[in-house]
C-alpha cells in the first residue's frame, strides 16, 4: 500500500492491538480505539463483517474453513459491486488508487 493512502487504522479494543505503539512507530500510521459498542467508529470493518456473514453465520470458527476457502470468500466479497462504491468492486477501487499513486 503506498504511504500515501494508508495514513491512519482504527480498531477495536481487542488484545491483538497490545503493541499498537510499536506498530504506530514502525508503520507511520495513527493508531486509533474504537470506543466500546461504537461499531459506526469502524465502518469498512463492520461493512466488511456483515459481508462475510453472507457465507459464514456470525461467531462462525473460522478454523474450520481451509486458507483456501477464506481466500475465495474474501475474493468473493472484494470483487463484488457496491452501491457505496458507485457500483464498481473494492478490488477496482483500490486498483485504481494505487495506480494514481504510482
Given at each position: 500500500?503506498?504511504?500515501?493512502?494508508?495514513?491512519?487504522?482504527?480498531?477495536?479494543?481487542?488484545?491483538?492491538?497490545?503493541?499498537h505503539?510499536?506498530?504506530?512507530?514502525?508503520?507511520?500510521l495513527?493508531?486509533?480505539?474504537?470506543?466500546?459498542h461504537?461499531?459506526?467508529?469502524?465502518?469498512?470493518?463492520?461493512?466488511?463483517?456483515?459481508?462475510?456473514?453472507?457465507?459464514?453465520?456470525?461467531?462462525?470458527?473460522?478454523?474450520?474453513?481451509?486458507?483456501?476457502?477464506?481466500?475465495?470468500?474474501?475474493?468473493?466479497?472484494?470483487?463484488?459491486?457496491?452501491r457505496?462504491?458507485?457500483?464498481?468492486?473494492?478490488?477496482?477501487?483500490?486498483?485504481?488508487?494505487?495506480?494514481?499513486?504510482?
Open positions: 500500500m503506498p504511504s500515501g493512502l494508508a495514513r491512519s487504522l482504527t480498531c477495536d479494543q481487542g488484545r491483538e492491538m497490545a503493541a505503539c510499536e506498530l504506530a512507530r514502525r508503520s507511520g495513527d493508531v486509533y480505539f474504537a470506543e466500546p461504537h461499531p459506526w467508529q469502524r465502518g469498512s470493518n463492520e461493512a466488511f463483517n456483515g459481508l462475510l456473514r453472507r457465507y459464514v453465520g456470525k461467531g462462525t470458527d473460522l478454523s474450520v474453513y481451509s486458507q483456501a476457502d477464506l481466500d475465495a470468500i474474501s475474493h468473493r466479497i472484494n470483487t463484488m459491486p457496491r457505496l462504491h458507485h457500483w464498481q468492486s473494492a478490488a477496482t477501487r483500490h486498483a485504481t488508487a494505487i495506480a494514481l499513486t504510482g
